[in-house]
């Protein structure tokens, strides 16, 4: 079946570090790709995402592209903020049968002043 | 555009009691959607609808639970009798169709407590 799976957390940096978060699935098909972002409090919001083989998804210093070759969608970011502090979701939505999106697990990251 | 809107934000109740969460998602989305978040099973789909018809409720973990969408604009989850291990932060999603590459709108959740 279709899955996703993130590295654990929390990811700690300081501000203006490099970030990676990675995310690898598992699907039938060519699903679509993307990372969703929760703020303390909130719900979860869509941060970027790639609808197919080597599309890069890109939002606010955030990217993502769609490796197809190593089912892989990690996220970059060449310099974090504070404000990046949050949790990140890693998720698929299947092409086929039951609309379903799977989320992974969730990131947490932490960006230190 | 306001969003998807849930309401209460917060709930703090006792067992037993029934606990009613509400849903108004984006105008014109023809999906809306169901979660569940805890720290131990992180983000779970209880069900979805699709021009207001339950299409999956596999999700939804026992009979205690319903949910119902009467129209295209309005949604509720219920819980009946409610039981601490129900506690969560409970939200909505609406998405404008299903061509596998739809956004979900998520509503900013309804925390629950089941004391």
């Known amino acids: 079946g279709n899955s996703v799976t993130q590295m654990e957390g929390p990811v700690t940096l300081s501000e203006e570090a490099f970030l990676t978060i990675n995310c690898t699935y598992t699907?039938?098909?060519?699903?679509?790709l993307f990372w969703y972002v929760q703020y303390p409090g909130e719900g979860l919001q869509l941060l970027l995402k790639a609808t197919k083989a080597d599309d890069k998804g890109s939002n606010k210093g955030f990217e993502a592209t769609y490796r197809k070759e190593t089912t892989s969608f990690h996220l970059e970011k060449g310099s974090v903020q504070v404000s990046d502090s949050a949790v990140y979701f890693c998720a698929l939505s299947a092409t086929s049968g039951t609309y379903k999106y799977i989320f992974g697990t969730g990131t947490r990251l932490k960006v230190l002043a | 555009d306001a969003g998807v809107i849930q309401s209460p934000r917060h709930e703090v109740t006792e067992m037993g009691q029934e606990v009613t969460l509400r849903c108004k998602p984006i105008?014109?989305?023809?999906?809306l959607f169901w979660y569940r978040q805890t720290m131990m099973r992180g983000l779970e789909l209880l069900i979805y609808f699709n021009n207001n018809v339950p299409i999956d409720d596999s999700g939804m973990p026992e009979d205690r639970f319903s949910a119902k969408m009467p129209n295209a604009s309005f949604s509720t989850l219920k819980i009946q009798p409610s039981e601490p291990r129900d506690s969560a932060v409970y939200f909505c999603a609406s998405s404008l169709s299903w061509t596998g590459s739809e956004t979900q709108y998520f509503g900013p959740g309804t925390r629950l407590l089941v004391l």
């Open positions: 105008s014109g989305h023809d999906y």
């Open positions: 699907a039938t098909g060519y699903p679509s």
